[in-house]
């Protein structure tokens, strides 16, 4: 074998390899598929491509329905083929419209599964990151802490009350009324004593006032006769 047929062989080979390794990493990226951010900006595209052709065709309509009525008393071999086509672009218009259904709602089902996918990983995230944190927290150690913040609590408290009590000897309160009302008492007595003493109940008794009464009414009597007397003498 000559070294030129040996150089073809090998450039050959090398680009045989070449090729099958450039074949294999395209399958090997179609295996894996398009991210989802990649999808929906392509459905996306599919979307504002079809609306596109909607304005096209709604205006061919309007157009065809212009000259079917232009031609529909001259000439209606026109008029006709002008109402047939508008007829296909209606159809081809309901064939989009159905499209955009079925992609529109394609893409906010994707929107939706990928969002949902990044509130799992984040949720997941949190959950590894709170894991972690409690992986250097003891129970015991935790319990036992909360008994001595617990303890501390009632110490500050015993603490509170004993600074707020009344500080010095403590007495009875009824004690210390009836005291004050035996010293009142004595006071009554020598402010009494210094007036010279109460003034003494008088031993005889007041005049009566019946006297006074029977003198009026013997005085009445009395006048009652002589007004007598009187009307006899004059009689």
Known sequence: ??????????????????????????????????????????????EEMLTKKQDYLEKRIEQELMIAKKNGTKNKRAALQALKRKKRLEQQLTQIDGTLSTIEFQREALENSHTNTEVLKNMGFAAKAMKQVHENMDINKIDDLMQDITEQQDVAREISEAISGPFGETFDEDELMAELAELEQEELEDSVKSMGGLPSVPTSKLPSAQPSRRATTKKRVEDDDDMRMLASWAT
Not at 29 to 41: D, F, L
């Open 1 to 46: 074998m000559s070294k030129i047929s040996k150089l073809f062989k090998g450039s050959a080979s090398s680009s045989s390899s070449s090729s099958s390794s450039s074949s294999k990493s395209k399958h090997h990226r179609s295996r894996g598929g398009p991210s989802p951010q990649e999808a929906i900006h392509k459905l996306r595209e599919t």
